[in-house]
């Protein structure tokens, strides 16, 4: 077990990224979207008179809350959707569930014309959607997926196995 007393900032800090990206046009659409569902909703709760408000149960209003706390922490997600590459590997944020692949384990990464996002491949043959490089972004989505593809090979991933 190590000694926590001697361990200095150093051991204990994040892994520095080498390279980030996330999408902009994705994360102003669920932005905008987040703040107009508030507004709308809201403006529509405070037009009700006191008498339709009370009609409510506090089931009911723990329902349209719940409903509304999802519906924000999809679009949240969706916002925050991102791929960073790091010394040991690549992280992947996706909308559901978040992924790391170290280099070893990353076959190929593929993003070809009219294909919606970029694809990883690892080394057991499963495909990955990486939503971050989206098509939607244009060329800005074609330059990181260069740009990842290079520091991918520069850690040796889609090499083959000697």
């Known amino acids: 077990m190590p000694d926590l007393t001697t361990m200095t900032s ?9 390279w980030t990206f996330h999408p902009w046009m994705v994360a102003m659409m669920s932005t905008a979207m987040g703040l107009s569902l508030v507004a709308v909703f809201g403006v529509i709760w405070f037009r009700l008179s006191a008498e339709s408000r009370d009609s409510f149960t506090p089931f009911q209003r723990i329902t349209l809350l719940a409903f509304f706390g999802v519906i924000l922490w999809l679009l949240y997600r969706m ?5 960073t590459a790091y010394a040991d590997g690549l992280r992947v944020r996706n909308v559901f569930k978040s992924y790391r692949y170290g280099w070893d384990n990353v076959k190929a990464l593929r993003f070809r014309a009219g294909d919606p996002w970029l694809q990883l491949f690892d080394a057991e ?3 990955l959607g990486i939503l971050a490089v989206q098509a939607s972004e244009g060329a800005r989505a074609g330059r990181a997926a260069k740009e990842l593809a290079a520091v991918a090979r520069s850690h040796g991933a889609g090499q083959p196995l000697a």
């Open 79 to 83: 916002a925050t959707v991102r791929v």
């Open 125 to 127: 043959g499963n495909r």
């Open 10 to 18: 150093k051991d204990t800090a994040a892994p520095r990224a080498e």
